[in-house]
């Protein structure tokens, strides 16, 4: 994808951290981005079977208490 598209995409400010940690090279930025993703879609399961945990222990607390 052209970094041109993925400013459309995403939007500078999304990109510009991305882009000052790769000293500005759009190649790396866009790479760095979807690495970012990726790592992302690896930690979703995790996240969410904590969310669900975390919102089941709270209800269960609160169900005793009140």
Do not use: H, P, V
Request: hydrophobic letters at 30%.
């Amino acid at each position: 994808m052209k970094y041109d598209d993925c400013i459309k995409i995403y939007s500078k400010a999304s990109l510009n951290k991305y882009e000052i940690a790769c000293n500005y090279n759009k190649q790396r930025t866009i790479q760095f981005y979807n690495y970012n993703i990726q790592m992302c879609q690896c930690f979703y399961g995790i996240l969410c079977t904590f969310e669900i945990m975390l919102r089941n222990f709270i209800s269960e607390q609160y169900s005793k208490r009140f």
